[in-house]
């Protein structure tokens, strides 16, 4: 009978093995990625720290959206705390109306 030799080249074996090899690490590694990134309802999504609310920032918003404040006014005393406003959302400066504080 016919005797058939497969003259692979150990080279090949080798490459065939590290290529295999790195896949199933890359699947590993993207398996474990997927599965940190899942976190429960209500988790607090990890990163960099969030600085605290500004004082006179939370007042502002909370004038506003009261009514106590115009828009422009708003923005107004928004730039004039150095926060960095929208392109034309604040006027020459309107006068301020009611109690400021």
Same mark, same amino acid.
């Given at each position: 009978m016919f005797r058939i030799h497969h003259s692979h080249? @150990?080279? +090949?074996h080798v490459l065939?093995?590290?290529v295999v090899l790195t896949l199933v690490v890359l699947?590993?590694?993207a398996v474990a990625r997927w599965w940190s990134d899942r976190r429960p309802a209500g988790?607090?999504?990890?990163?960099?720290?969030?600085p605290p609310?500004? @004082?006179? +920032?939370?007042?502002l918003r909370i004038r506003f959206a009261r009514g106590e404040l115009s828009s422009d006014e708003y923005w107004y005393r928004v730039a004039t705390l150095g926060y960095q406003v929208p392109v034309g959302m604040v006027p020459g400066g309107p006068a301020p109306s009611g109690p400021t504080g």
């Open positions: 080249h @150990p080279v +090949l065939v093995t590290v699947a590993v590694l988790a607090v999504a990890s990163g960099p720290p969030v609310a500004d @004082p006179a +920032l939370v007042e």
